[in-house]
């Protein structure tokens, strides 16, 4: 399995920032891609960045431009750089890492893994 251990987040001001951290352990491996998702209360969650192994990026539209996911592959871990913070980017933010393993028989399972989540809080 993968285990995903997030830091940072907190309180600041709009047009503020911030850098999440994500560390994955265990079957790292196997990961073939990572992400940040992001709950606010009453909401779905929504994904917000996606990297890819080989660094390919993606971003919602809500934060495109000023969100920046990377992610140092050497030990597996993804960070967020969250710049111009908004009152709307105010949640839970999740960092999560997919991919496949091989069971005994060599049946590829998928499997996502979620890290415990991070507030952000934007606010005068």
């Known amino acids: 399995q993968v285990q995903l251990v997030e830091s940072g987040g907190g309180s600041v001001q709009p047009g503020g920032s911030l850098r999440l951290s994500c560390a994955a352990s265990?079957?790292?491996?196997?990961?073939?891609?990572m992400a940040w998702y992001r709950q606010a209360p009453g909401k779905e969650r929504d994904l917000v960045a996606d990297i890819t192994k080989a660094g390919l990026t993606s971003y919602a539209a809500a934060v495109k431009g000023r969100f920046t996911i990377s992610r140092h592959n050497a030990d597996s871990t993804m960070y967020l750089q969250m710049n111009n913070l908004k009152p709307e980017d105010t949640a839970v933010y999740y960092c999560?890492?997919?991919?496949?393993?091989?069971?005994?028989?060599?049946?590829?399972?998928?499997?996502?893994?979620w890290g415990q989540g991070a507030q952000v809080t934007v606010s005068p």
């Open positions: 265990g079957s790292v491996s196997a990961i073939n891609s």
């Open positions: 999560s890492a997919e991919g496949l393993k091989w069971s005994d028989d060599g049946v590829p399972t998928a499997f996502r893994s």
